[in-house]
């Protein structure tokens, strides 16, 4: 019958009305109306369930609900229940959701919708023509319960039940350390790294990130242990591997030699804490780097003393142009801060005093007297004196 391919119906032999199959025609069933020849041009289908017949005498006849035997669901999706046998963590699972249709007009899913008390931990995607993909999130703990509305193309609608269960939520995790200090040029600092919030021992990288007047000596475990990784570790950056770290007990300690070549303090900064042995890509919560303030001797002097100690780098002062006619330029190869400059004629008469800040590779100007002569230049730094000559030509 041309509106409904799957569905049949003949009339009979047997003089009892017309007959009807819901499977293809393996099976007849006789659902009444009136005796006809065989022509199916006097039988029409209105829809799935309606048969309209007319008889020899002119008459049709109506059958409802084909007869009260209706047409079989034509689409279906499986499995009834996703996620019902699945544990996720903080992480997420993805099923997909298969249909099944047949017949010729059969419908098609056209939207779809999660509603329920735990719809939020699901999310459906990838809309096919035999399938759809549902992801359960681990956003929450305990069992989750919703349902995957889908409306067809004929204003039917198929629910699937969403089940699972989270078995937790990350474990938060946070690093600590904390401010050292020597009061000693050259001298050894141990900075300490803790990590909390670890379920059990646990097989942890962290990187190490370090500045200022500071010489590096490796980070080793409470017991001496190298922790740093062969090969991983670059200018001003160690990768460090920690092996079974125990939550909040000191896992290891950063050690420098600490300088002060510029006034200002160095830092060891500890981040990007990886778990190795972590049973969920998410069973912990990312956390915020974390920083260790190291400090050593400041002053006037330090920079300078620690430039000698630390690089060996002499104070050394040059004068330019030399020989001059007029004005001479004074720089210094470090920074010397205050300084005092003082000038002397060859009869040793001073001709000026001078306090100026000399910053390395830095030029002051200092004006000479205006006669002609040689003149002795005398530095007076937090290094001790120096004394320079230059030449005055008029």
């Avoid at 999310?123 to 703990?141: C, F, R, W």
């Avoid at 193309?153 to 089940?163: C, E, F, H, Q, W």
């Avoid at 097989?203 to 490796?218: A, F, K, M, P, R």
């Avoid at 330019?320 to 004005?327: D, M």
Wanted: hydrophobic fraction near 35%; glycine fraction near 8%; aromatic fraction near 6%.
């Amino acid at each position: 019958t041309g509106a409904a391919p799957i569905e049949g119906t003949i009339t009979t032999t047997s003089g009892i009305g017309v007959s009807r199959s819901t499977d293809g025609g393996i099976t007849w069933k006789n659902i009444g109306g009136p005796l006809e020849s065989f022509d199916t041009r006097t039988i029409a289908a209105a829809d799935n369930n309606i048969v309209l017949v007319l008889d020899t005498g002119g008459s049709v006849w109506r059958t409802l609900n084909s007869g009260g035997s209706p047409v079989p669901k034509q689409f279906s999706a499986s499995p009834a229940t996703l996620f019902q046998a699945d544990t996720v963590f903080c992480d997420s699972l993805t099923r997909s959701l298969q249909f099944s249709r047949w017949g010729c007009l059969s419908p098609s899913v056209s939207s779809f919708s999660i509603i329920g008390g735990d719809s939020a931990s699901f999310e459906a995607n990838n809309l096919s023509y035999d399938s759809i993909l549902v992801t359960l999130h681990g956003i929450k703990q305990g069992n989750q319960n919703a349902q995957l509305v889908l409306t067809l193309d004929d204003g039917s609608r198929d629910t699937v039940s969403l089940a699972g269960y989270v078995a937790s939520a990350p474990n938060a995790l946070s690093l600590s350390t904390s401010d050292v200090k020597t009061d000693t040029l050259g001298g050894t600092v141990s900075v300490p790294i803790t990590i909390s919030g670890l379920e059990k021992p646990e097989d942890v990288t962290l990187i190490l990130h370090y500045d200022g007047s500071v010489q590096y000596l490796g980070s080793f475990s409470p017991t001496g242990m190298r922790l740093d990784i062969p090969g991983d570790s670059s200018y001003r950056r160690s990768m460090l591997s920690i092996s079974r770290a125990i939550s909040d007990s000191i896992i290891g300690y950063a050690k420098f030699n600490v300088f002060n070549d510029s006034n200002s303090s160095a830092h060891a900064t500890f981040d990007s804490l990886t778990v190795l042995t972590q049973t969920s890509p998410c069973e912990y919560s990312l956390l915020t780097p974390v920083t260790s303030t190291i400090t050593t001797l400041s002053g006037c002097a330090i920079p300078i003393l620690s430039q000698l100690i630390h690089l060996g780098i002499k104070p050394a002062f040059t004068i330019v142009p030399n020989p001059t006619s007029g004005s001479v330029y004074l720089t210094s190869n470090v920074d010397a801060d205050v300084t005092t400059i003082e000038i002397y004629d060859m009869l040793g008469t001073n001709e000026g005093t001078f306090v100026v800040p000399l910053s390395a590779s830095v030029p002051s100007e200092l004006m000479l007297p205006k006669a002609a002569g040689i003149y002795t230049i005398v530095v007076h730094s937090t290094m001790g004196d120096e004394v320079l000559r230059a030449v005055e030509e008029r």
